[in-house]
C-alpha cells in the first residue's frame, strides 16, 4: 500500500450502496458518508448502487477494495461477500459464513448460548408449522415478549408484545410476510452497544429512546433519541459488556468491525441480542460515536476498517 518514497498510496475503492433490502435508504446515507469520508483520505472512491441483478459495480478495472454499506438483506447476510470471493476481491468485514451466521438470529443465539453468553430465550415459528405447533412454540415463550423476524435489521417490524393478542396479531403478520419469526423474552433494561474495531471493543455506549424501544424511527428520525457514551456503570460492569462483544464477535467468526446489542438488566446481567456485522455510518449511527468516544475520528475509522482488510489480503 506504500507508494514511492515510503508514502501510502491512495486506494481505489468502491463503496457498495443502496441494495434491495428494506434497510435500502439507510444503506444510501451510509454508503454516501463513507464514500466521502474517503474521499476525504485521499482514496479514489467510486459509491454503486447494486443488486443481485446488477452486480457490474463489482467489475471495476484496478480495483484495490471493496467497502460494503449494504445493510440488510443482500449486503449482510453473505451473499455480496461469497459474489466478492468469487471475483477474488478485497472487501471490508466479516466473510460469507459469519455473515450469513450473525443475520440468522435463531443460529446467532444458538452460538452464543453455546458459548455461554447470555441470551434471551426463544422459539422459532414458521408459517409451514400446523397451528398446534405454532401454539405450542408460542406458548413457551409468553408476554411480554418481543416478536421480530428472524433475518432482518434496523428494528424493522420488531413489536413489544405485553399480552397474548398482541403476541398473536404480530406473529400472524409476520409470518404472513417473512414465512417465519421469532418470539424472544422481553428482557427489561437498559440498552447498551459494544462496537469492534479489529480485536479490540470500543467504548460502551447507551441508547434511551424516547420511543418504547430502539425502533427505526428512534434509530435514524427520532432527535429525542439520547446516546451516552461510557455510561455511567461500575468498571467491572463495563468491562464485562466490553468483554462479552468481543466474545460474541469472536464466536459466531466476524472479523474487522461491528456491533453487538445487548440489554443489561437490574442485576447488571448483559443479555446479548444480536450481532450487527454492517452497522450503520450515518450521523444517528453507534459505532462511529462509539469509534469518537475513542478518539477516532469518522475519516480515520473508514479508512481503519479498508486498511485491515488490506492487511488481511496481503496487499
Known amino acids: 500500500m506504500e507508494a514511492a518514497g515510503g508514502?501510502?498510496?491512495?486506494l481505489e475503492i468502491t463503496v457498495l450502496t443502496g441494495g434491495p433490502s428494506s434497510e435500502r435508504e439507510v444503506s444510501l446515507d451510509s454508503g454516501r458518508a463513507v464514500a466521502e469520508a474517503l474521499r476525504r483520505c485521499g482514496h479514489h472512491v467510486?459509491?454503486?448502487d447494486i443488486s443481485p441483478d446488477d452486480t457490474s459495480a463489482l467489475g471495476r478495472a484496478g480495483l484495490d477494495a471493496v467497502f460494503i454499506?449494504?445493510?440488510?438483506?443482500?449486503?449482510?447476510?453473505g451473499?455480496?461477500?461469497?459474489?466478492?470471493?468469487?471475483?477474488?476481491l478485497t472487501y471490508v468485514g466479516s466473510g460469507p459464513d459469519a455473515s450469513q451466521r450473525?443475520?440468522?438470529?435463531?443460529?446467532?443465539?444458538?452460538?452464543?448460548?453455546?458459548?455461554g453468553l447470555a441470551t434471551p430465550d426463544w422459539a422459532l415459528i414458521e408459517a409451514s408449522q400446523t397451528a398446534s405447533q405454532r401454539a405450542d412454540a408460542a406458548a413457551g415463550v409468553p408476554p411480554?415478549?418481543?416478536?421480530?423476524?428472524?433475518?432482518?435489521?434496523?428494528?424493522?417490524?420488531v413489536y413489544v408484545a405485553r399480552d397474548g393478542e398482541a403476541q398473536a396479531e404480530a406473529l400472524e403478520l409476520l409470518l404472513d410476510k417473512y414465512g417465519r419469526a421469532m418470539i424472544e423474552t422481553f428482557i427489561s433494561g437498559r440498552e447498551v452497544t459494544v462496537s469492534v474495531l479489529g480485536r479490540q471493543p470500543l467504548p460502551v455506549l447507551e441508547i434511551r429512546p424516547a420511543e418504547e424501544f430502539y425502533n427505526y424511527r428512534a434509530k435514524y428520525s427520532d432527535d429525542r433519541t439520547e446516546y451516552l457514551v461510557n455510561p455511567d456503570l461500575p468498571p467491572a460492569v463495563t468491562r464485562n459488556l466490553q468483554a462479552?462483544?468481543?466474545k460474541a464477535h469472536q464466536v459466531l467468526g466476524c472479523r474487522d468491525f461491528s456491533r453487538v446489542d445487548f440489554i443489561l438488566d437490574g442485576n447488571a446481567v448483559p443479555w446479548v441480542l444480536e450481532v450487527n456485522t454492517i452497522p450503520g455510518f450515518t450521523s444517528h449511527s453507534l459505532l462511529p460515536k462509539a469509534a469518537a468516544a475513542a478518539g477516532i475520528s469518522f475519516e480515520q475509522l473508514c479508512d481503519r476498517i479498508v486498511r485491515l482488510a488490506m492487511d488481511r489480503s496481503g496487499r
Not at 7 to 10: D, E, Q
Open 7 to 10: 508514502k501510502v498510496r491512495p
Open 46 to 48: 467510486t459509491a454503486a
Open 69 to 77: 454499506a449494504l445493510h440488510g438483506a443482500f449486503g449482510e447476510d
Open 79 to 88: 451473499q455480496v461477500q461469497r459474489l466478492c470471493e468469487a471475483r477474488g
Open 102 to 115: 450473525a443475520m440468522d438470529k435463531d443460529a446467532s443465539k444458538r452460538t452464543f448460548r453455546q458459548a
Open 144 to 157: 411480554p415478549c418481543v416478536v421480530k423476524p428472524v433475518d432482518s435489521g434496523s428494528s424493522v417490524d
Open 244 to 246: 462479552a462483544g468481543l
